[in-house]
Every structure is written in structure tokens, then in C-alpha cells.
């Protein structure tokens, strides 16, 4: 069962995420501060992290830098409740190494679905089932390890920068819109959450240093991710 930790300081946003989460076979921890959960954190090494960015003391953007910044627990995901008036905060939050959002107020299937989602990618489950190794240019990707290379040596991606960086490579040469890549990638549809790929683009892009330029911005489309030159 995967374990969850929910950390949120208002009582009842934190009783509603945690029942429904609850109700969908999920083990739930929960925490009112990001003191209590970076203790939680290092304790039990949840499979992910729902985490209020307007915490008292440690925000959530702190929180989530030092997670990120810890080898033990850096390749923990990590979901954000955001207000709507947050968006730089949503931005850097992903930029951080955040997987995702929700923006307050939020339907609780909503938040079940988006848990559901990053926890396939993290673990692996949307992986194809076709060729074990996909190889282009410098990159080299093994889908049975869930496991990218960069000129043999490997690359630190969460599970949201793996699917989609498969998922470029298995379409390269092709356009793909970013209403393609949210369906593909994080699984919905939802107008004005384009900058989510937008930021893990640029990430993706940074981690993969001078090989960045093979992911291909094609303006007022998407990206692509060019094909080798013969």
C-alpha cells in the first residue's frame, strides 16, 4: 500500500484530503507543519508528499528545497496545494523539483486522481511495453530499470522528468502540444496548466545540459524532440 504524507495547517482541508485519500486504499500520514514533517519525511520515506505551500514557520517551498536538496529523500514526489493568487510560487515550486499542483479550492477527486497518477509514473507503471532500450543522439533510456543515460552515465529525473523525456524520445520528430504532453504525461486535460510543462521542459533541458537542445521549442505549438541527422 503506497503511504502518503498530507501536510497542510488547516484542520478541515487536511481531514477532507486525508478521507479521501483514505477511501481510495491509500496509507495516510499527516503533519500541520513542515517541522513535524521533515521528521515524518526521514521516518517513514513516504511513496509521496502532498504539501501546503502556506505553512507557519518553514514554508512549503522550503520544505520542498530541502527535500529535494537530500539525497535519501530527493526522489520523493511531491504534489502542491496552491491559492490562486500563487503563481510564482506555483513556478518555483516546480522549478524546485515539485511534480505537480492543485490549485485551492479543489475537488477531492481531483486530488485522488492526480495522487494516483504520479504515483504510476514514480514507480514506473506507464512504461511501454515495447523495445527494452530506446537510443538517439546521447541519450540512451531503459525502460524495464526506469532508468535514463546521458553518454552512459546516468541522469537524476524524477518520475515526471523520465515520462516525459520517454515520451519526446518515443515521438521524436513529431510536434507535440502541450494539451498532448498534459494527457500523456500527468493524464488530464486542463486549461492553463501549460506552464507545468513549460517548467519541467526547462528542467529537463538544464539536466540534460548541452544535450538540452535535442528537446525542440516549436513556437505557438509545443516541443519536439528532433531526430538524429543522417
Not at 495516510?28 to 514557520?57: C, F, K, N, W, Y
Not at 523539483?97 to 504515483?119: H, M, N
Not at 544535450?211 to 543522417?230: D, L
Request: net charge negative; hydrophobic share 35%; proline share 4%.
Amino acid at each position: 500500500m503506497n503511504k502518503i504524507l498530507v501536510v497542510e495547517d488547516e484542520p478541515d482541508i487536511l481531514e477532507m484530503v486525508r478521507y479521501n485519500l483514505d477511501q481510495a486504499g491509500l496509507d495516510v500520514e499527516t503533519a500541520e507543519d513542515a517541522e513535524r514533517a521533515l521528521q515524518s519525511v526521514q521516518e517513514i520515506l513516504p511513496d509521496l508528499i502532498i504539501l501546503d505551500l502556506m505553512l507557519p514557520g518553514i514554508d512549503g517551498l522550503d520544505m520542498c528545497r530541502q527535500i529535494k536538496q537530500d539525497p535519501r529523500t530527493r526522489h520523493i514526489p511531491i504534489l502542491m496545494l496552491t491559492a490562486r493568487k500563487e503563481e510564482v510560487d506555483r513556478i518555483v515550486g516546480l522549478e524546485l523539483g515539485a511534480d505537480d499542483y492543485v490549485v485551492k479550492p479543489f475537488s477531492p477527486r481531483e486530488l485522488v486522481l492526480r495522487t494516483q497518477a504520479i504515483l504510476r509514473r514514480s514507480q514506473g507503471s506507464l512504461q511501454s511495453t515495447t523495445d527494452a532500450w530506446l537510443h538517439t543522439g546521447p541519450i540512451s533510456i531503459d525502460k524495464a530499470a526506469h532508468q535514463a543515460l546521458l553518454n552512459g552515465d546516468p541522469l537524476e529525473l524524477t518520475g515526471t522528468e523520465f515520462k516525459l523525456l520517454l515520451t519526446l524520445i518515443e515521438r521524436r520528430g513529431r510536434v507535440q502540444t502541450r494539451d498532448d504532453l498534459l494527457d500523456t504525461v500527468w493524464g488530464y486535460e486542463y486549461s492553463g496548466y501549460g506552464r507545468t510543462v513549460d517548467t519541467h521542459i526547462r528542467r529537463l533541458r538544464e539536466k540534460l545540459g548541452e544535450s538540452g537542445e535535442w528537446i525542440e521549442t516549436v513556437r505557438g505549438v509545443g516541443y519536439r524532440f528532433r531526430r538524429e541527422r543522417v
